[in-house]
Structures are given as structure tokens and as C-alpha cells.
């Protein structure tokens, strides 16, 4: 019972004794937003992955990549500023997330507010000793027709598939329609692979994506 008051007593203690280092370490904390120890590398053990809150670029997040190493004064693998999206509201935070093949996801959104809420995965893997983006997925959809859109590609080998659908609600009634229609469509462009420093909070949708949402509405 008397463990937490010996906890507060030294870390008061550390705080009173370090004052300067303490206030640099408690505001960097309070930048974190999400960390996973995920193993990138041929070593033994895990690297760091961090997402911290941008502290010069509001709305954005940098993700710190660490050796797998104890040591403090050990140099990031990776620094990548103002990196994905991370907003002040509920629904606009990121995170990061193993995927069952080992790789590393950054997920980030947008699902809070607005009309057309979005979400879009970022799948990073090591080649040839640099961390690449070789997947992307995003989706979203309208709030007021309910059409939904949703486009994946496999950034290593080109694949990609994206499906639609159209409006629901009828833009001059505003009645439900009964249009069913699912558009499909899938296929194999070049390899568009990127290094992940790279990678910005304001990243645009890839030409295949942006060309095949043109057909989101199915007219």
C-alpha cells in the first residue's frame, strides 16, 4: 500500500535533483503520442518506433525510429518531422500497429468531423537497409449520401484494388435510392515503393487512386 507515496517521494526526489533535465524529459512526454517496439532490422530485438506530437508544425506528428539498444545517447535510425496527420479533436489521432506479416503501420484519420471522414494506413518494411513504404490503404465516405470509397495498393509489386459506391440519397429529393451498384476495379501498375523520410502529413492520394475516385459517383 505503501508502494505509489514511495514512487511520488522519488520521483519528487529526481525532479528537485534534475530540475532542468526533468522539465525537457516531461515536455517531450507530453508531445508522445504512441510507441511500439516492433523489430524492423535483421538484429536481434526490436527497434523503437515513436510518434510524437510536431512541436513547430501544428496538425502533424514525427515518427523517431531507435536502435535496439539500452543506451541513451544512442542516434535515431530515423527522424521524419511533421510526418502524418494528428489533429487537436477526437477521431484525429494516429497510432501504430504490427501487421500479421511483421511490418509496421501508421495509421492516421481524419473520422471526428466533416463531411467526407478518411482513413489511411501507411505499411513501412525494411529493403536493402532502408525503411520504405510498400503499402497503402485508404478509405472514406460521405456522411450525407452514404458513398463509400476504398482504394489499397501493394506499393512493392504494383497491385492495387479499388472499389465504390455511389450515391445513396438522391441529391434533389434527398430520398434513399435503391442504386446497388458496386464499382470494382483491380490491376497492376509499376512499383511506386518510397523511402518513409519521405513521407509528409499532407500526402496526396497516388495516381491510381486519384484517377479511379474520379469514378466514385458512377455517372
Known sequence: MQKPFFLIVILATYVMA??????????????????????????????????????????????????????????????????????GMFGDTP?????????????????????????????????????????YTFTTYDRLDNSIFACDINLLTGAYEVSGTPPQVDPETGDLTDDDRLFEQSGRDAPSATPLADLTYDYHLPARCAQLRDTWELD
Open 18 to 87: 534534475h530540475p532542468a533535465k526533468a522539465q525537457q524529459e516531461a515536455a517531450t512526454l507530453a508531445r508522445l503520442i504512441d510507441t511500439i517496439c516492433i523489430d524492423l532490422t535483421e538484429d536481434i530485438g526490436c527497434e523503437q518506433v515513436t510518434l510524437l506530437k510536431s512541436a513547430d508544425e501544428r496538425g502533424s506528428a514525427d515518427i523517431f525510429v531507435m536502435p535496439n539498444v539500452q543506451d541513451n545517447l544512442a542516434e535515431p535510425i530515423l527522424v521524419v518531422r511533421n510526418a502524418v496527420w494528428s489533429g
Open 95 to 135: 497510432y501504430l500497429e504490427r501487421s500479421e506479416q511483421g511490418s509496421l503501420m501508421i495509421h492516421s484519420e481524419q473520422s471526428g468531423s466533416g463531411r467526407n471522414p478518411w482513413r489511411l494506413t501507411h505499411t513501412v518494411a525494411m529493403r536493402d537497409g532502408i525503411l520504405m513504404l510498400v503499402g
